[in-house]
T-cell receptor, first 116, second 114 residues
Framework: EAGVAQSPRYKIIEKRQSVAFWCNPISGHATLYWYQQILGQGPKLLIQFQNNGVVDDSQLPKDRFSAERLKGVDSTLKIQPAKLEDSAVYLC??????????????FGPGTRLLVL | AQSVTQLGSHVSVSEGALVLLRCNYSSSVPPYLFWYVQYPNQGLQLLLKYTSAATLVKGINGFEAEFKKSETSFHLTKPSAHMSDAAEYFCAVTANTGFQKLVFGTGTRLLVSP
């Protein structure tokens, strides 16, 4: 079974530029998550989708970050314009059903973003 | 709201020694607790999880953790460290009622020396 796929793996941009990350979850997984992991910290949930609907985006900086999951499969996370503090690893995860508390989340390898 | 505290950002052990990584949680409702491992340049992989079935939870690669409600702890142990155990370990918590996001600790880097 293929795992969660993410691209690109690395990205370097200058501040005020825009960037997009792509995630393809495990086949059949209804719930998709985007996390931000800043160096030295644990992952922080940015947004959670169930199928193509948003369940939680309370920690997404909506003035510059946007995400979509059209057709309820793969997803794109965009930052526009980027700031220095956006330098982090962006992790995508998926889970099989509704994202209930005990459900295991499966993580992709992440996209490492450096904003100069 | 839930939170976890991982004591020690770095833990060093010798190969063959006991591994003990500490995690204390805070939750106003019964929690679900998780340990994830992250190898360099990789995503997180589930080691084990507590979902209220049994307080002693066994995971992959010889790791186990014990849920102690009285101490609000969920420490991760392994009897004998291997060089391949060197990685970053994250404790995480969520609630077992309704929808709650998974909240991670700041992580503990395990260093294993020969």
């Amino acid at each position: 079974e293929a795992g969660v796929a993410q691209s690109p793996r690395y990205k370097i941009i200058e501040k005020r530029q825009s960037v997009a990350f792509w995630c393809n979850p495990i086949s059949g997984h209804a719930t998709l998550y985007w996390y931000q992991q800043i160096l030295g910290q644990g992952p922080k949930l940015l947004i959670q989708f169930q199928n193509n609907g948003v369940v939680d985006d309370s920690q997404l900086p909506k003035d510059r970050f946007s995400a979509e999951r059209l057709k309820g499969v793969d997803s794109t996370l965009k930052i526009q314009p980027a700031k220095l503090e956006d330098s982090a690893v962006y992790l995508c995860a998926s889970s099989f059903t509704s994202g209930g508390g005990q459900e295991t989340q499966y993580f992709g390898p992440g996209t490492r973003l450096l904003v100069l | 709201a839930q939170s976890v505290t991982q004591l020690g950002s770095h833990v060093s052990v010798s190969e063959g020694a006991l591994v003990l990584l500490r995690c204390n949680y805070s939750s106003s409702v019964p929690p679900y607790l998780f340990w994830y491992v992250q190898y360099p340049n990789q995503g997180l992989q589930l080691l084990l999880k507590y979902t209220s079935a049994a307080t002693l939870v066994k995971g992959i690669n010889g790791f186990e953790a014990e849920f102690k409600k009285s101490e609000t702890s969920f420490h991760l142990t392994k009897p004998s460290a291997h060089m391949s155990d060197a990685a970053e370990y994250f404790c995480a918590v969520t609630a077992n009622t309704g929808f709650q996001k998974l909240v991670f600790g700041t992580g503990t880097r395990l260093l294993v020396s020969p």
